[in-house]
């Protein structure tokens, strides 16, 4: 008797299910990429066109700027020298400061310091003269020596000045508790009088019209008598006015 057996050899070589329809993805998906890659060598990304169009420039913003730059060089670097700034001023020790002669139209005007003294009596003279650190060119000074002491200067004049101008005070050689006091004269009558101390000044302006003798008196009436100068009153740039 034959049995009938099933056939190994033929059971072990039966198609699998679904082998051909796998191999088949496999291949498309083989060729799509190689399609692909091949489209990408020869053109390149495609961008899209309406990308390329919507695209708006922003405004362009031109910014000019002004730049200092400081250099600070090495001993051994090759030093360009800026512009030396102007120097600040700094404190020093004050020292008199002399005023120009008032400028005067010729024929109207004279200063004082210019005419002859035709008398005169203690110290007397003419120099540029400092009054509390102000030095005055065209001045007239007089002497001032003990307390009670008198010094004059006497002009002859034409009568036509109308008034004289000065600046009055204490030569700066003085002792500070030094006081004098003027006196200006026409024709022997009293004009004016002040007292003036150390480091103080004053203008003054004196009527004079129709004096032909001008005197000008000093007397010390305060002070150490010990301390004294040649020129210790001082009337600074006196002009006749015409």
Known sequence: MTANLPVPYEQYNAPKP?????????????????????VMFFWGPVAPAKLTSATTTAPTTTV???????????????????????????ATTALPTETAPTDMPVGQSEYLADLDIDRGGGNYGVDPLAINGQIFVKSVGLGVWNIGDASFAEYTLDGKAKRLEATIGLNDALSPDAVVEFTISGN???????????????KISVPIEGN???????????????????????????????
């Open 18 to 38: 679904g082998g051909p329809h796998k191999i088949a993805i496999i291949v498309a998906i083989l060729v799509t990429a190689v399609v692909v890659g091949l």
């Open 64 to 90: 000019t700027e002004s730049v200092t730059a400081t250099v600070t060089a090495s001993p051994s670097a090759n030093v360009v020298i800026a512009p030396t700034p102007d120097p600040t001023p700094t």
């Open 188 to 202: 022997g009558r009293q004009l004016m009088r002040k007292r003036m101390k150390y480091a103080s000044q004053e």
């Open 212 to 242: 032909v003798k001008l005197r000008i008196t000093t007397v010390r009436v305060g002070g150490e008598n010990a301390n004294g100068n040649n020129r210790g009153a001082v009337l600074g740039d006196a002009i006749l006015i015409r």
